[in-house]
């Protein structure tokens, strides 16, 4: 196709893509077996790009298992009292397990998509729920959380907003809390086209507008490497641990906030 064609072209597929994503929304909804308690399947692409339900229940399930098992390796349980936000908790996927598993945590979600915010506040009620905007500040206080974990949002934030929320994220932890996000695993990223430029330069920002409408716009897909992602959190935290593929197809960065002085 001759370069001059290539972008009226894309903006055509691009189109009927998102034409036919709603279309099968529509189906699940209508004719997906209904189970109490979960969202509608717009909610659930928005949170992995994935409708279908028997995924959503599946990804969450292993995530939350998953998410457990990592954070005991650094020594964190999910014990009674305990303060976890989820940042980016989307319709609560993941949080929906932990909830269930950890009952006498004190549970929180924030996500900017304030339908599936509302969705968690009806259907997820013993956890609190807030909606955010795409920059800090949370309206949380300083030094509020054991925990906080971002499970598939920093590998959709460019560089500016990645450091602005590490920072703001620092601030909400208690002293001597943690701080896990993940990133996608090295065999991700080198089987993209951008590869040797995350190997030379640390990190790579891929934009597209095929899902314009459906996503925010500020939201694409971010590549970046082990070392770049521990660089940017030891800046500002004690101590950095890095777990490969402890997410599946996700490494996971943990993040230590120094504890006060004695």
């Excluded at 992995?48 to 964190?76: K, P």
């Excluded at 920059?135 to 925990?147: E, I, S, V």
């Excluded at 920093?154 to 943690?178: D, V």
């Amino acid at each position: 196709m001759p370069a001059a064609l290539e972008p009226a072209a894309r903006s055509v597929y691009y189109s009927a893509f998102r034409a036919r994503l709603r279309a099968e929304w529509w189906l699940r909804d209508r004719f997906e077996s209904p189970r109490k308690g979960v969202p509608p399947a717009r909610l659930r692409f928005r949170v992995g790009e994935d409708s279908r339900l028997s995924a959503f229940l599946e990804v969450g399930r292993r995530t939350a298992e998953n998410l457990e098992a990592a954070l005991a390796t650094e020594g964190f349980r999910f014990t009674p009292g305990k303060v976890v936000l989820d940042f980016g908790c989307g319709c609560g996927r993941t949080l929906r397990w932990l909830i269930d598993r950890f009952a006498e945590v004190r549970w929180h979600g924030v996500d900017v998509d304030s339908e599936a915010i509302e969705w968690c506040r009806a259907h997820l009620p013993s956890a609190d729920f807030a909606s955010g905007a795409p920059l800090p500040p949370l309206r949380f206080p300083d030094a509020m959380f054991d925990l906080v974990f971002a499970v598939s949002v920093f590998t959709h934030l460019n560089e500016n907003f990645q450091r602005a929320w590490i920072a703001e994220l620092e601030r909400i932890l208690k002293p001597g809390g943690i701080l896990l996000i993940s990133v996608y695993s090295e065999s991700v990223w080198r089987a993209q086209p951008e590869a040797s430029v995350v190997e030379t330069g640390g990190f790579v920002f891929r934009e597209s507008q095929k899902l314009k409408g459906i996503l925010p716009d500020w939201y694409h897909t971010a590549l970046e490497s082990r070392e770049r992602i521990k660089s940017l959190l030891a800046a500002r935290f004690a101590r950095v641990d890095y777990l490969e593929r402890a997410l599946g197809d996700h490494d996971v960065a943990v993040a230590w906030k120094s504890p006060p002085l004695p």
